[in-house]
Nanobody, 124 residues
Framework: QLQLGESGGGLVQPGGSLRLPCVGSGVTLDYYAIGWFRQGPGKEREGVSCISSTGGTTNYADSVKGRFTISRDNAKNTVYLQMNSLKPEDTGVYYC?????????????????WGQGTQVTVSS
């Protein structure tokens, strides 16, 4: 059974950076596309970024393009979300999720396994 664990969240000032690792355990992530989602206060969960199982294809929500970078290290069974130039509207709980197969998009229903989430707060 695949389990996912996020970490790296915290309080950061606007303009700051955070890197969120998503570590898989129990099963190799080699055959899973991975997505990052977030849910802000009073908002619905939204897709932020996703990466194919090989790492060759990535996709980003318009709101984070040019600021966030997704990457993966299959040898470490880990996917990273590097977040730069953070804004208050980036505040929320960030979740990683896994979808069996090469590719997946930014829709929650495409994903089968979810982590517990890590809180990111951007505030001065």
């Amino acid at each position: 059974q695949l389990q996912l664990g996020e970490s790296g969240g915290g309080l950061v000032q606007p303009g700051g950076s955070l890197r969120l690792p998503c570590v898989g355990s129990g099963v190799t992530l080699d055959y899973y596309a991975i997505g990052w989602f977030r849910q802000g206060p009073g908002k619905e969960r939204e897709g932020v970024s996703c990466i194919s199982s090989t790492g060759g294809t990535t996709n980003y929500a318009d709101s984070v393009k040019g600021r966030f970078t997704i990457s993966r290290d299959n040898a470490k069974n880990t996917v990273y979300l590097q977040m730069n130039s953070l804004k208050p509207e980036d505040t929320g709980v960030y979740y990683c999720a896994a979808a069996w197969g090469v590719l997946a998009g930014l829709f929650s229903h495409e994903y089968h396994y979810w982590g517990q989430g890590t809180q990111v707060t951007v505030s001065s």
